[in-house]
C-alpha cells in the first residue's frame, strides 16, 4: 500500500515536473536574475541616454525651445558620456517622460543625475517596465498564435528571462526595447484585423529607430500583394520618422549630430560587403533580405487570410520577422546588446511546434550561450569591472575601483585570456555553434513544416528552463569577483 501511495506521489511529481506551466517560483528566478544584472552595472550609454532625455525639458523650459536640443546636447552642460545626440527625438522622448521627476531634482535641488547611482536606476526602471509589459504583450500574441495558455506562457517567460534582454535592458541599459514593444503591440492588433492600428504602432515603432522597417515590409507583402498598396503603407509606416527629420531640419547642431551619432554608422555599416564576386562585393544581408521578401509575398495570405484563420497567418508573420532579424544579426555588424530584437519573436516560433520542445531549448541555449561568450571574447564592452563603478552594488560596497590599473582583472575576457591560453582558439568553435543552432532553430520551425525528431522530442525538461534563466549569472558573479580584486579602490 504504501509502495504505491510512494509510486502515486512520483508519477504526479514527474507530471509536474514536466509540464508546460511556468510556476511562481520560476518567474522569481527570472526577476532575481535580472535585480542581481540591474544593481551590478551601470552602463556608459544609459548615462547618454538618461541626459538626453532630461535635455528635452531644459530645452523647452528656457533653453531655446525643442529644435535646440541637438545644440544644447552638443554642449553637454549635464556630462554625458558621448557630446552627439545622434538618434530621432522619439527614441528618447519615453524616457523623457519617465525622468520628469529626477529632471526636476536636477533643475531645481542641484542633484546632478549622472553622478547619482539612484537617479540612473531610476531612469533604468522605465526600461525594466517596458519589458514586463513586453513579456504581457508576448504572452498574448502566443495565444492567439498557438491557442494554449501554458504554451503562451513559455514563450513569454522564456523572452522574460533571455540573456538577451538581461543585457540590452538590465545591463546596458539600452532603449531598444522602446522600439521592441510597440512593434509587438503592431503585430497583436495585425492578427485582431485591426489593419489601422496596425499601421499606427509600426509608424510609432519606426520613428523611434529604423530597423522595424526590414521587418515591416516583410510582413507587408506576406498578406499584400499589390505594390501599389505596399508602397502605400510602407509610405504611412515612415512617415513618423520623416515628420521629426522635418521638424529639426535646419535645427542648430542637428545634421552634425546624425552624421557623428551611432545611428548613421549602423545604417552604413548594415550591408557590408561579404563576399567577392566578379561584379564586386555583395552584401550577403542583402541577397538574405531578397530571398524573405519573395518568400513572404509568394505565401498564400491575403487581407481575408487573417479574418479566416489569425493563428496560421500569425505563424508566418512571426517567423518572417525571425528570419529578418536574424538575417541581421548572423551577416551585418551589430552592437551586442541589439540582439534583443529578436527575443520576444523567437520565442514565440519556437513554443509552435511542441514536438520540438526539449531540442529547441537546447538550441537555443547552445546558441545564447556561445554568441555571448564570442561577443565577449572579441572584445566588446561587456562584463568589465569599469561598468560596476557607480552601479547601486558598487554604493553599497562604499567604493569604485580604477580600472586603468586592474591588469588582468579589467574584465572577464582579460581574465580568461591570462588564465587560458587556449581561449583565444575556441572563438572559431563558438561562432560554428551560434550559426548552427541559429539554422536548426529556423529550419525545424518553419511554419509550413511540422519537423520533429524520433528520439525525446516532446520531452519537456524543466532543468533547461533554469539554465535558459541563469545564462549570464556566471558572466556577472565573475565580473563581480574581479571588481573586488582590483588593487585600487576609490572610496566614495
Same mark, same amino acid.
Given at each position: ?5 510512494v ?32 544593481i ?16 528635452v525639458?531644459d530645452?523647452?523650459f528656457?533653453n531655446?525651445?525643442?529644435r535646440?536640443l ?29 525622468n ?7 533643475r531645481?535641488f ?10 540612473l ?44 534582454l ?7 541599459g539600452?532603449?531598444d ?8 503591440f ?33 510582413v507587408?507583402v ?6 501599389l +498598396? *505596399?508602397? %502605400? =503603407?510602407?509610405?504611412?509606416g515612415?512617415?513618423?520618422?520623416? @515628420?521629426?527629420?522635418? /521638424?529639426f ?10 552624421d557623428?551619432?551611432p ?18 562585393y ?5 541577397v ?6 519573395l ?7 491575403d487581407m481575408e487570410s ?23 544579426v ?12 529578436i527575443v ?16 529547441n ?12 561568450? +564570442? *561577443?565577449? %571574447? =572579441? ?8 561598468? @560596476?563603478?557607480?552601479? /547601486?552594488?558598487?554604493?553599497?560596497f ?5 580600472e ?6 579589467e ?21 560554428g555553434?551560434t ?13 509550413d ?6 528520439v525525446?522530442g ?8 533554469w539554465?535558459h ?16 580584486q ?7
Open positions: 500500500m504504501n509502495k504505491t501511495k509510486k502515486v506521489n512520483n508519477t504526479l511529481a514527474d507530471k509536474s515536473f514536466r509540464m508546460d506551466k511556468i510556476f511562481a517560483s520560476e518567474w522569481i528566478l527570472a526577476a532575481s536574475v535580472g535585480f542581481l544584472v540591474f551590478s552595472s551601470q552602463y556608459i550609454d544609459l548615462r547618454s541616454l538618461t541626459i538626453w532625455s532630461t535635455n525639458w530645452v523647452i528656457g531655446g525651445g525643442i535646440n541637438y545644440h544644447y546636447s552638443y554642449q553637454n552642460v549635464h556630462d554625458a558620456f558621448h557630446q552627439y545626440l545622434g538618434s530621432e527625438l522619439m527614441s528618447v522622448l519615453p524616457m523623457s517622460i519617465w520628469l521627476p529626477i529632471w526636476i531634482a536636477q531645481f542641484h542633484h546632478e543625475i549622472s553622478e547619482s547611482a539612484l537617479m536606476g531610476y531612469s533604468k526602471l522605465f526600461l525594466v517596465g517596458l519589458s514586463v509589459v513586453m513579456v504581457f504583450i508576448t504572452r498574448r500574441i502566443a495565444y492567439i498564435i498557438t491557442g494554449d495558455y501554458d504554451k503562451s506562457l513559455v514563450a513569454a517567460f522564456l523572452s522574460g528571462s533571455s540573456v538577451f538581461y543585457i540590452s535592458v538590465c545591463f546596458s539600452q532603449n526595447i522602446i522600439m521592441i514593444l510597440p512593434s509587438l503592431a503585430i497583436y492588433y495585425l492578427l485582431q484585423n485591426k489593419h489601422r492600428a496596425f499601421l499606427l504602432w509600426s509608424m510609432l515603432t519606426i520613428s523611434i529607430k529604423p530597423f522595424f522597417i526590414l521587418p515591416f515590409l516583410a507587408l506576406l498578406y499584400e500583394k499589390n505594390f +498598396k *505596399i508602397l %502605400l =503603407r510602407l509610405l504611412i515612415v512617415a513618423g520618422l520623416l @515628420v521629426q527629420k522635418l /521638424l531640419l535646419g535645427a542648430p547642431m542637428y545634421a552634425e549630430s546624425m557623428n551619432g545611428s548613421k554608422r549602423m545604417l552604413e555599416d548594415m550591408f557590408p560587403g561579404n563576399i567577392s564576386t566578379a561584379f564586386g555583395i552584401s550577403i544581408f542583402a538574405a533580405l531578397v530571398l524573405i521578401y518568400y513572404s509575398y509568394t505565401r498564400p495570405f487573417i479574418k479566416e484563420d489569425p493563428a496560421k497567418f500569425g505563424k508566418y508573420v512571426v517567423y518572417v520577422i525571425t528570419l529578418t532579424y536574424m538575417s541581421y548572423m551577416f551585418s555588424p551589430f552592437s551586442y546588446y541589439r540582439i534583443a530584437v520576444p519573436f523567437l520565442y514565440i516560433v519556437m513554443v509552435e511546434n511542441s514536438k520540438m520542445y526539449m531540442y531549448l537546447l538550441f537555443d541555449i547552445v546558441f545564447s550561450f556561445s554568441l555571448i561568450t +564570442k *561577443i565577449m %571574447l =572579441r572584445g566588446s564592452n561587456i562584463f568589465m569591472i569599469g561598468f @560596476v563603478n557607480g552601479s /547601486l552594488l558598487a554604493r553599497t562604499g567604493y569604485d575601483v580604477n586603468a590599473t586592474a591588469g588582468y582583472f574584465s572577464v575576457d582579460s581574465y580568461l585570456y591570462l588564465t587560458n591560453d587556449l581561449i583565444d582558439h575556441l572563438q572559431s568553435m563558438f561562432t555553434l550559426v548552427v543552432c541559429i539554422a536548426l532553430l529556423l529550419f525545424f520551425n518553419r511554419p513544416k511540422d519537423t520533429e525528431f524520433k525525446s516532446e520531452r519537456n525538461c524543466r532543468p533547461l528552463l539554465v534563466a541563469m545564462l549570464i549569472v556566471p558572466y556577472m558573479m565573475l565580473t563581480i569577483w574581479l571588481f573586488t582590483a588593487p585600487e579602490r576609490i572610496f566614495v
